[in-house]
């Protein structure tokens, strides 16, 4: 898989765009999040599940976007964990350490 790190803007910088729409693409273990202006990315699972501290045995049953403000998605898994992913997780870099 590609990464497409350069299209993240730097933690915190970002302007807000709506999430137009998410799916769980299972043959690439990654998340495919389309966004109002057009710019899609192919979010691996493994980060998701890394920062929603979900275990690896998890799978994922349902990926439910928040319809009122489009500004995230939940992500359900069989064992009854939860994944709450916001745009700015999406479309921002990670905060740098210190």
């Not at 273990?29 to 980060?47: I, N, R």
Request: glycine letters at 4%; one cysteine or more; a positive charge.
């Amino acid at each position: 898989m590609k990464s497409l790190t350069h299209l993240k803007k730097t933690f915190g910088t970002a302007k807000m765009v709506r999430i137009k729409s998410v799916r769980y693409l299972a043959w690439e273990d990654a998340f495919d999040v389309e966004f109002d202006d057009g710019l899609s990315f192919l979010e691996p699972h493994q980060t998701i599940r890394k920062a929603g501290k979900i275990t690896a045995t998890a799978q994922p049953v349902e990926v439910v976007l928040d319809e009122e403000c489009r500004i995230g998605f939940e992500v359900r898994y069989d064992n009854r964990q939860v994944a709450e992913v916001s745009w700015a997780f999406i479309r921002e870099l990670p905060p740098a350490r210190k």
